[in-house]
């Protein structure tokens, strides 16, 4: 069961441990399972099986009129995407404070970028971003359910972004919320196109137009929503989650 990999720009003990481990892995291993499909290809045991694991959607009813909350969560570094959403939300506040005002931006989570979104929580982007750092688990649970969208801003250029498992967007996408992410590992294989918002660029632009047609169209922002938790539920659901070879 390979959940993580070498990653290119990684050196030291942990590279040195992963590599180890894969190697290992293929002597002893007849078949593996891995949590993304890149992942497969630092293997050479076959079969290797792609698994997301299962995923229950929550039926929660929420209002998209009026202000909606938005949630970033995870390690705050280059490679998690934080330095576009905070460029992206700054533009938003020159170019266009009617669109920044429909959403109210909670971000939690440790790391060395943690510094920069709470500079701007308490400064320029006061009352539209909210730094809450690390929170418990009934705290998370609590802004799952009160959330209507869920960021994924994992890099696609960096090695992060390609070994990870897509935890994050199965996470949000089983409460409910709209995905908005980087087409990063297996979450392009995970949502239909009118499942989530899954932005071609990974810059800041890119965010900024999601945003746009997402307070511009707030009905078809729900349906997309119910459209990638209802494809991941039948995907994942408890009973009838599959691995898919490699």
Same mark, same amino acid.
């Given at each position: ?111 060395? *970028?943690? %510094?920069?979104? $709470?500079? =701007? @929580?308490?400064? /320029?982007?006061?009352?539209? #971003? ?76 890119? *965010?900024? %137009?999601?945003? $746009?047609? =997402? @307070?511009?169209? /707030?009905?078809?922002?729900? #349906? ?23």
């Amino acid at each position: 069961d390979l959940e993580d990999g070498r990653r290119s720009d990684e050196r030291g003990l942990r590279n040195w441990a992963c590599t180890f481990c894969t190697r290992r892995m293929d002597l002893a291993s007849s078949a593996v399972m891995v949590a993304n499909d890149a992942l497969a290809n630092q293997v050479r045991t076959r079969p290797a099986y792609s698994y997301y694991g299962v995923a229950q959607s929550m039926e929660i009813e929420r209002s998209w009129q009026g202000q909606l909350q938005v949630l970033s969560s995870g390690n705050m570094c280059a490679g998690t995407g934080i330095e576009n959403l905070v460029d992206a939300l700054l533009a938003l506040r020159i170019q266009s404070p009617e669109i920044l005002s429909r959403f109210h931006f909670i971000v939690v989570g440790e790391g060395e *970028l943690a %510094g920069k979104v $709470r500079e =701007i @929580a308490i400064g /320029p982007l006061q009352g539209s #971003v909210e730094f809450r750092g690390r929170v418990s688990d009934n705290e998370y649970k609590l802004l799952l359910h009160n959330s209507h969208i869920g960021l994924c801003l994992k890099m696609p250029d960096h090695s992060i972004g390609q070994t990870t498992f897509p935890s994050k967007v199965i996470e949000f996408a089983s409460w409910g919320l709209l995905v908005v992410s980087h087409k990063v590992s297996d979450v392009p294989s995970l949502f239909p196109e009118d499942g989530a918002y899954l932005l071609d660029c990974a810059t800041p632009e890119a *965010l900024v %137009g999601a945003l $746009r047609r =997402i @307070a511009h169209e /707030p009905e078809e922002a729900r #349906v997309r929503a119910f459209r990638g938790s209802a494809a991941l539920a039948a995907r994942l659901e408890i009973g009838r989650a599959s691995c898919r070879e490699r």
